[in-house]
């Protein structure tokens, strides 16, 4: 049996899918459905159980599931303007401590979602180099809000029981991930979706102005197609347990919300961008810019050629507005 906590959420739900299509069904979903909504992102797929996230680490404990031979744990709490620290470590670090726990003494694959949000912020003003900014090293590593706290307190407890485990262990550290599945996140949901749906709603785009050293609309981020972050995670499972990590997962390639704007106006043939104030809540906790560093885990063999900006957001909007 397959786990895949978060399983009804926006990557896990695709992750499932391409399982589905590799011949896998005996998947065990763990996820909340309080917000029903998320269950339409497993219309289309075909699992074997269903535990709710409250009641997986009792039934786990209690050898429930002892016939687990993988573990793909993308379940959390992703909103990145929640500062609830408590809420944020029970959902986001004490649920993932007993599940790498239990992995650890089952040698049990283990792949988790970390987050790109465990760097801090840059700009052209502060750092010479950008792009070493986003290196998988601790002296990287300093969030701007809770979530991506949380984040990086379960990858220093990863790094830190890194001899005693056998099992393969390997963090992701997605991007700005965009795709199907992702509606219930709303505001939380990508720039692409949201941009979408402002052109339909209204005709008209709205980009942040200038801020943190960028121009109008020149914010710039690592964007990325969901079906490459599948991709990714899949090969991740699949390494050896010498091989664990923590690593990237990105394009390698920061664009600007302009050009990103600017391709949702050309798709839909209509429209206009307009650039609204940078909110004063967020300029302590905004990454004005991110482009993920891949060079470690092109180190040891990972090759696939991402979508690039252009093709995924096509694809997208196509799907869409189907």
Known sequence: MILVTGGAGFIGS???RELNHRGERNILVVDDLTEG???KNLIDCVISDFEDKEEFISQLQNGRYDHIKTV?????CSDTTEWDGKYMMRDNFRFSRELYQHCGTRNIPFVYASSAAVYGASSPDTCSNLTEVFDETEANERPLNMYGYSKLVFDQYVRANARDRKNLVVGL?????FGPGEAHKKSMASVVYNFNKQINSTGIIEVFRASHG???????????HVSDAVNMTLWASELAPSASSIFNCG????????????????????GKIEYIDFPKGLLD??????????GRSKNIGYSHKFKGLELGVKEYLTWLNS
């Open 14 to 16: 695709n992750l499932i």
């Open 173 to 177: 550290r997605y991007f700005n991930i």
């Open 37 to 39: 909504q998320k269950s």
């Open 72 to 76: 793909f744990h993308l379940g959390a």
């Open 285 to 294: 906790s905004y990454q004005p810019y991110t482009k993920a560093s891949m």
């Open 251 to 270: 394009s390698g390639v920061a664009r600007t919300f302009n050009e990103l704007a600017g391709q949702v106006v050309d798709f839909h043939g209509k």
């Open 214 to 224: 960028y121009p109008d609309g020149g914010h710039q981020r690592d964007f990325v």
